[in-house]
């Protein structure tokens, strides 16, 4: 019913920027919310930044203004723009989707490494 694209990751600098897509289809009705979450190794996955069908956006702390969600909706896609990247940035990303009707659907990830 929906599925969830994730690339764009790979290996960044400190200090430098990556930008990853999530290409969202769905066939299950209308995407209310869209988010970035991150795992680093050995760590929980955590929320990252979400951008609502009426672009309202959230972000985590550790990212607030370094990371920028956005949407192009002729392309069903959600970016998330990472500047200034950090060491602890390092993860695999994973995109979300959660339905107007209900329903999370999460993506396969893509992996960003940031080297020092």
């Known amino acids: 019913q929906v599925q969830l694209a994730e690339s764009g990751g790979g290996l960044g600098q400190a200090g430098g920027s990556l930008r990853l897509s999530c290409v969202v289809s769905s066939a299950g009705g209308r995407v209310s919310i869209v988010a970035w979450h991150r795992q680093a190794p050995g760590k929980e996955r955590e929320f990252i930044a979400q951008?609502?069908?009426?672009?309202?956006?959230n972000y985590a702390d550790s990212v607030k203004g370094r990371f920028t969600i956005s949407r192009d909706s002729a392309k069903n896609t959600v970016y998330l723009l990472m500047n200034s990247l950090k060491p602890e940035d390092t993860g695999v990303y994973y995109c979300?989707?959660?339905?107007?009707?209900?329903?999370?659907?999460w993506g396969q990830g893509t992996q960003v490494t940031v080297s020092s």
């Open positions: 951008i609502s069908s009426g672009d309202y956006t």
């Open positions: 979300r989707a959660t339905l107007a009707r209900g329903g999370t659907y």
